[in-house]
């Protein structure tokens, strides 16, 4: 219920709130957006997005993200969980794509010709393409990650049972380091 609400404000506001900052209604909605979001995570959860940003904001090694001080490395919570978010829907699209499809919808892609099986993919696309279109970096590469790293972010990963638990595509160091 909470996620709903929360996705139905995004796709309001998120793109209005990033191109004018100063536009008061767009403060206020994201604002509850955030509000409601916080309710839905703390009773519902959230699941690999978050257990992987755990590993990526903690491993960060020479990354400054615009807009944070330039003093020390830094990956920001909502770059390190979005910039997995795509690879991750791709996978949990193949076991709930209906809620693949129900998320792509709510943000306002036109899931109506969309066939279940190409429901992750769906979802992903949109989040890559909005991800190039507020400029975010492009994958753990663009954070300073080789692919020699993928072993130590699973291994960082792992210990976040709780989140783990939630996400239905399974958790296993092998399957992660795909």
């Keep these: 219920i909470w996620a709903v609400q929360v996705l139905k404000l995004v796709r309001e506001y998120f793109l209005r709130s990033v191109e004018d900052e100063k536009d008061e209604e767009v403060s206020v909605q994201m604002s509850l957006a955030s509000l409601l979001g916080g309710i839905g995570f703390g009773n519902a959860g959230v699941h690999l997005c978050h257990a992987i940003s755990y590993a990526i904001s903690g491993s960060v090694r020479e990354f400054r993200s ?59 696309e949109y989040l ?14 663009a954070l300073g990650f080789t692919p020699d790293d993928i072993p130590m972010l699973v291994e960082k990963t792992l210990p976040h049972t709780r989140l783990l638990r939630l996400c239905p595509i399974p958790t296993t160091s092998s399957y992660l380091e795909k």
């Design 66 to 124: 615009p807009g944070y001080s330039p003093i020390n490395p830094l990956i920001p919570h909502g770059l390190s969980v979005i910039v997995s978010a795509p690879a991750v829907f791709r996978e949990v699209g193949r076991v709930a794509p209906d809620r693949c499809l129900q998320l792509a919808n709510l943000l306002g892609v036109d899931t109506s010709n969309v066939k279940t099986k190409d429901a992750g993919e769906c979802l992903a």
């Design 128 to 141: 890559c393409e909005l991800m190039k279109r507020l400029n975010v970096p492009d994958g753990l590469s």
